[in-house]
Nanobody
Framework: QVQLVESGGGLVQAGGSLRLSCAAS????????MGWFRQAPGKEREFVVT????????VYADSVKGRFTLSRDIAKNTVYLQMNSLKPEDTAVYYC?????????????????WGQGTQVTVSS
């Protein structure tokens, strides 16, 4: 059973930065496609970014492109989401997700495993 544990959320002022981590265990991390989604109060969970199994391909939502950077460390079974130039509209619970298929995934239904979420709050 794959387990994903997110960390790194918190409160930050607009323009600031945070780095989220997602540590995976119980599976073959190096073969998984990974992604981050976020859900703001009263809104649907939305796609943020996805990375393929090798880390050579990454796709970002337009809303975060140029500000967020996703990377993966195979040796540590961890993906990192570096978030810069944060805006109040980035406020949400951020969820890490993994899929057994190593390709990119853009929809919630593409993913097999989910973390518990970590809160990110950006104050204006």
């Amino acid at each position: 059973q794959v387990q994903l544990v997110e960390s790194g959320g918190g409160l930050v002022q607009a323009g600031g930065s945070l780095r989220l981590s997602c540590a995976a265990s119980g599976g073959t991390f190096s073969t998984y496609g990974m992604g981050w989604f976020r859900q703001a109060p009263g809104k649907e969970r939305e796609f943020v970014v996805t990375i393929n199994w090798s880390g050579r391909s990454t796709v970002y939502a337009d809303s975060v492109k140029g500000r967020f950077t996703l990377s993966r460390d195979i040796a540590k079974n961890t993906v990192y989401l570096q978030m810069n130039s944060l805006k109040p509209e980035d406020t949400a619970v951020y969820y890490c997700a993994a899929r057994s298929v190593g390709a990119l995934g853009f929809s919630r239904n593409d993913y097999d495993y989910w973390g518990q979420g970590t809160q990110v709050t950006v104050s204006s």
